[in-house]
């Protein structure tokens, strides 16, 4: 089978103020690191407020229609801007991952990968925050359990930043397992290992600043892979943030793009394991354009080695 790539141009169009790491150019990177690979190129739909309502109330999406601006930027807290095409391209990029989610159950494809901006997986019930609008992993997570009606799915959220949100939207989902591994300290200051969600289904492994890539390994070997593999989720999201690359900006990890390509072929045996290779990730973080772009690409290699 083939990965598919699931994109759209109007996540183009969320112009971030000048200066701020969460840029178009993050995406632009990316599409040419991936333009010449074999991929099957979807473009995303707009998500549906059906699914979008799974994880936050109506007045999540009304709040953020009444934020948009016309012509230039509002901000909705100091990280968190909206531009006159944000909303379109939040759509989009939930869009993308229910449609990747769609892909991979129907045998389109193997596996995915969502290239989206804005990111999501700080968005908290209400409250749109570090860059994001809707928590689009744990949309697409909650998605796969009620529209596709799977008994169990994991989150692996290996974004350098505590996965806040999408901890916040499946707490109480005994039905989805959440890895997330964060710097810490680091903002926003959450992800301590003694939160473990309503029903033991969180699992938070805090990572020092300056490690490299073989303290993490040792970490997800240790830890992470053997609850993955306990829970037997019928599908793994990746929320695929490349911030824990030693040349990233916001953050003090020292991963090379060799570790990403690891971490991404470790979890892609696991889930030809358990869920015959069903893996949908989703774009989150990662600030240093180049590194972004190179890491991506290794992580979209292993994607595709894995569904060949
Ligand atoms: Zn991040």
Redesign the pocket.
Known sequence: MITALITHPDCLEHVTPAGHPEQVARLEYILRALKDKDLQRIKAPMGSEDDIMRCHPASHITDLRSALPNVGSRALDADTHMSPGSLDAAFRAVGAVTKAVDMVMSGEAGNAFAAIRP?G??CETSTPM??CLFGNVAIGAKYALEHHGLKRVAVVDF???HGNGTQDLLWNEARALVITS?QMPLWPGTGERSDKGGHDNIVNLPIPPESAGDQMRALYTSEAFPRLRAFKPEMIFISA?F??HQDDP??NLNWSTDDFKWLTQELCKIADEICDGRVVSAL????DLDALAEAVAAHVDALMEASA
Do not use: M, R, S, T
């Open positions: 990111p997986h700080h570090g860059f974004d350098v930043h964060q943030g911030d824990a916001l953050a989150e973080g990662g600030y």
